[in-house]
């Protein structure tokens, strides 16, 4: 759009027979000012920043600039007989804007830049920031010298005008019947005074309404009179647009169709057949009015244009001022804008050129570069403060305790509360909260609480910053306590109390409390904030209920930003539900939301399971085309979702890991646990050998997954080594690694030393808890185990799913099936639990064990959700232990119906044939995996000798000791077979007796 606007500006220029447009350019400023649109852009953001009706005041002073004496910024003057002074400009906005910006360039570009370009660039910005097209204008307008408040009336379009009325006064300006329609879609911003439609209808005493203007809708014209009654105020306004007010968009033709029009000059133009197809094409498509406003708005601010000789370059643009920063107000409220804007460059020229600074001057620098998190510089501005004789205040205050709770750097906070206390700001809200808030955020929150009771009057702000700050610590009684005492002292309650709160509302015990908890939101009328909104959608899937989550998702159509979708997208994810997941991620497309680095990488977690690996491949095509796969978190998901999905893909894995750059330590974590996952512990531990070469920064996951490896090549040496390791590196009372410490000693068969790292773990670690009940229940202590899991329940130490897997596996090991079953049975009931796949396979073990086939066959017949090849693996494994060849064989047609390439099934089978010598059956099955390129891969063993791993499996010959090796062999095997002859054996004991 942006090239079509500009051919069309080319043309306009060179098509005027006016030589005045000729003076007009696109790059007029190039030299003599290059920042002059970046510095009215910005004023203009700043301002609508603060004030959103900006835009639409912006807008409307340009239509009447350009439309009484062309444009050329006369209706800035000021002054009796001034366009200013007519009553019908009273109402006009938007002059402090252009003001501040002309200010500013007058330091930058003095003499340069006309008032006439700034209001037409002004109003180009105020549409775009406002959500309308971008293009390019020309530039180049002198201003005018000449301000006649007589040519105001004839110049404007009366809000009463017929159409033929409006057409002759917009031919007058040498715009057409499409320029009067395109234009008028001005009206989708800003507002207007009741008294300029109060004409179309009347309301009687009894309340009746009689609409004068029969065109307008009639329960629109109610709301007209319930926001506008007859009482009201002269300054009384309401918007132009009842659907998106602040939005620059085609809502004003859709409102014209459903008779909503707010004048009766916007009226005519649906009615008359001049102008009405060109309404509804507007109405049902916004490209068509965008392109067609940017043609339009280049013709308005053409209009009357001086160039040249023929008016001049004002220095002020509203009144005559001794200096253009000599007012000190003025100038801080320029200061201010650049500063937040974050325009700092621009920030420290205004500051330098203020002749006479005052405490604000100082406070909006201090306060600029903290909210760009540039601390280090706002202390320095502090000093110079200090050197140059100012006293600081509680803003100054309040502004670096800020920066100090948004870096966490405690160590420069904590120097500052002598300050405050030694000039006597302790009591200053503004101050105090700020100290508050920093003791808060770097969870000191003893300290926060011995500040907020030293306040005089704490308000919302203090408050919240202490919630949110034992919500931080984890401090749920006391968060709770605060917000009750709160309500209870009658303080408002804003929407900034209610998200970390949320947050400490994460498991299905608390569901309760969450509904209450949204009946305050809603009660309280924040329900349609957000922040509070995507904290509830969060909330309500942690505490195990995504049908809510869905529920809030779904009333906050029109207010849903990106963070929501992706909320709503991890609480699918959490749920297991991809399906729904990926339809969500269309879905936010399909809207127009562009999925963010937290969007892909949630989604590509969704594509471990090899039902979905297609959609993890069309995803890395995704990503790649949109430039987006040098990512470090996208590489890091995408190396996970390769490793996760099937072996076959770990070579995707590697080149991936290889390609990235930057690797941080989540991609030798990805790579590293990977590896451990699926079977490659010897290459686990040889990259983390790499990692320590390389001064990888070692973290409680790499710890993890290496000890696990260790437990699985049974290094019990190497293993200890690595556990000084995390111990010198202060991870011993990490849960994860204790987990893992405990993993390994009990793989390794001791069991009292894999208790001892659970005493080192906080005593409400659940993640300690299992590992220690799976280290006695696979060492065959069941009994141990389930004491333990009764101890937990007692202790009231969070269980989860892993605990269950656990304990019915404890029951499995020592037969306990009504234990096992009853715990099952009880775990949604009893501890809200739902049974998941891994329970369900756990209890066929059980059942399998006991020879209680038909049993476990009627679990599986009976589960809410299809088994997986897991659970029949398992039946299949007790079939084989029962020798129930008939179950078996059913058994393994589901299996190699899910995976046909998988060689398990077919050696449990073929044992479970050749155990029963039916030879015809195993030899079909042989052939079978022939036929399917099915080959059995073979087992593994290890043994530890001096530090050293050695690993072998059958026939191998890859060892460099193998002649040695197998040499030894043979000689075992001649000893073996003698020693099992009666001769040898009788040789045997003669020696022994001897």
């Not at 609409?211 to 629109?220: A, F, H, K, M």
């Not at 656990?806 to 029951?811: D, G």
Request: aromatic residues 8%; proline residues 3%.
């Amino acid at each position: 759009m942006e090239t079509k606007i500009t051919l069309l500006v080319a043309a306009l220029l060179s098509f005027a027979a006016s030589p005045v447009r000729a003076s007009l350019s696109l790059n007029f400023y190039a030299t003599s000012c290059p920042a002059a649109e970046f510095i009215v852009s910005n004023t203009v953001r700043s301002a609508s920043s603060s004030d959103p009706t900006i835009p639409g005041k912006l807008l409307r002073l340009l239509f009447h600039d350009c439309f009484v004496e062309g444009c050329d910024a006369s209706v800035l003057l000021q002054g009796n007989g001034t366009e200013r002074s007519d009553p019908a400009n009273t109402s006009l906005g938007g002059f402090s804007v252009i003001d501040s910006a002309k200010r500013v360039l007058e330091i930058f570009c003095p003499g340069a830049v006309s008032c006439a370009d700034i209001v037409a660039l002004a109003a180009r910005d105020a549409v775009v920031m406002a959500g309308g097209p971008e293009f390019q204008i020309p530039t180049g307008r002198k201003d005018g010298r000449v301000s006649n408040a007589a040519n105001v009336r004839p110049n404007i379009v009366d809000t009463s005008f017929t159409m033929n009325e409006m057409i002759k006064l917009f031919d007058s300006k040498g715009l057409s019947l499409d320029d009067l329609v395109t234009l008028s879609g001005a009206h989708t911003i800003g507002s207007a005074h009741c008294n300029a439609f109060s004409d179309r209808f009347r309301m009687d005493s009894k309340g009746k309404l009689t609409l004068i203007d029969t065109s307008l809708d009639s329960s629109y014209a109610k709301e007209l009179m319930k926001k506008c009654p007859s009482d009201s105020s002269a300054s009384k306004t309401v918007n132009n647009d009842p659907e998106t007010s602040l939005a620059f968009d085609n809502q004003y033709y859709s409102n014209l169709l459903a008779h909503k029009g707010l004048f009766q000059s916007d009226s005519v133009l649906l009615e008359d057949g001049r102008t009405r197809a060109q309404v509804e094409a507007f109405a049902n498509d916004q490209e068509s009015f965008f392109r067609s406003w940017g043609e339009s708005f280049l013709k308005l601010t053409a209009i009357g244009v001086k160039t040249d000789d023929q008016g001049e370059i004002r220095r002020r643009s509203l009144q005559v001022k001794s200096g253009t920063l000599a007012d000190v107000y003025t100038a801080n409220k320029i200061l201010n804008s650049y500063a937040r804007c974050k325009d700092l460059h621009i920030a420290r020229k205004v500051f330098a050129e203020i002749p006479h600074r005052d405490t604000v001057s100082w406070n909006t620098m201090i306060a600029g570069f903290v909210n760009c998190g540039n601390l280090g510089t706002a202390c320095e501005i502090l000093k110079d403060m200090k050197r140059c004789g100012f006293d600081f205040d509680g803003y100054t205050f309040g502004s670096l305790l800020k920066g100090v709770a948004s870096s966490y750097r405690l160590e420069v906070g904590q120097q500052l509360p002598s300050m405050v206390i030694k000039m006597g700001y302790e009591g200053n809200v503004y101050a105090g909260s700020a100290l508050l808030d920093m003791y808060a955020k770097c969870e000191k929150v003893d300290d926060a609480y011995m500040v907020f009771d030293y306040l005089p009057e704490p308000n919302s702000v203090s408050w919240n910053a202490l919630i949110a700050g034992f919500s931080q610590v984890g401090d749920r009684s006391t968060a709770f306590w605060l917000l009750h005492r709160m309500e209870k002292e009658g303080v408002r309650v804003e929407d900034g109390m209610f998200a970390p709160l949320l947050t400490l509302l994460d498991d299905i015990e608390f569901y309760k409390l969450a509904i209450q908890i949204h009946g305050k939101i809603i009660k309280h009328g924040l329900v349609f904030d957000n922040t509070v909104c995507n904290a509830m959608i969060t909330s309500y899937s942690d505490c195990g209920s995504i049908g809510d989550a869905r529920k809030v998702f779904d009333g906050a159509v029109g207010m849903r930003d990106l963070v929501t979708w992706n909320s709503m997208l991890a609480a699918y994810l959490v749920h297991e539900e991809e399906e729904l997941g990926f339809q969500l991620f269309l879905e936010m497309q399909r809207l127009g939301f562009e999925p963010d680095i937290y969007t892909y990488t949630s989604v590509l977690s969704a594509c471990f399971e090899k039902a979905h690996k297609c959609h993890g491949q069309s995803l890395h095509g995704v990503v790649i085309k949109r430039g987006m796969e040098c990512l470090v978190p996208i590489s890091n998901a995408l190396i996970a979702m390769y490793l996760k999905s099937n072996n076959t893909s770990m070579g995707e894995a590697l080149k991936l890991f290889e390609s990235v750059e930057l690797k941080d330590r989540v991609t030798w974590n990805s790579i590293l646990t990977g590896f451990f996952q699926i079977g490659l512990s010897e290459d686990a531990l040889k990259l983390f050998g790499q990692m320590r070469y390389l001064t990888v920064e070692i973290d409680h996951y790499a710890f993890s997954a290496v000890l696990r490896s260790c437990a699985v090549l049974a290094t019990l040496q190497l293993g200890q080594q690595v556990h000084v390791l995390a111990i010198k590196s202060g991870f011993e009372s990490n849960e994860f690694v204790a987990s893992a410490l405990i993993f390994m000693y009990s793989k390794c068969g001791i069991v009292e030393d894999a208790r001892k790292p659970s005493a080192e773990t906080p005593e409400d670690s659940s993640i300690a808890w299992n590992s220690i009940i799976f280290s006695y229940a696979q060492n065959g202590q069941g009994t141990v185990a389930l004491d333990l899991f009764f101890l937990m329940r007692d202790r009231k130490v969070k269980l989860d799913h892993i605990t269950f897997v656990a304990v019915l596996t404890a029951c499995s090991h020592i037969g306990l099936v009504e234990e096992g079953s009853s715990l099952l049975k009880s775990m949604e009931s009893d501890y809200g639990i739902p049974p998941r796949m891994e329970h369900y396979a756990c209890a066929v073990d059980l059942l399998g064990r006991a020879g209680r086939l038909d049993e476990a066959r009627t679990l599986i017949e009976s589960m809410p959700f299809k088994p997986d090849a897991m659970v029949w693996k398992t039946l299949l494994g007790a079939c084989r232990a029962c020798g129930d060849i008939e179950l078996a064989t059913q058994v393994a047609s589901h299996l190699l119906e899910l995976e046909p390439e998988e060689h398990c099934t077919y050696v449990l089978l073929s044992h479970l044939y050749g155990h029963l010598r039916r030879w015809d059956e195993k030899a079909n099955l042989t052939r079978l995996m022939r036929e399917r390129g099915v080959k059995k891969v073979p087992g593994w063993s290890w043994i530890e000798i001096k530090n050293r791993v050695h690993a072998f499996n059958a026939e191998d010959r890859s060892h460099p000791r193998c002649k040695e090796i197998y040499q030894i062999l043979g000689e075992l095997m001649v000893e073996t077979t003698w020693l099992d002859t009666d001769t040898g054996l009788d040789s045997l004991i003669y020696q022994v007796l001897s």
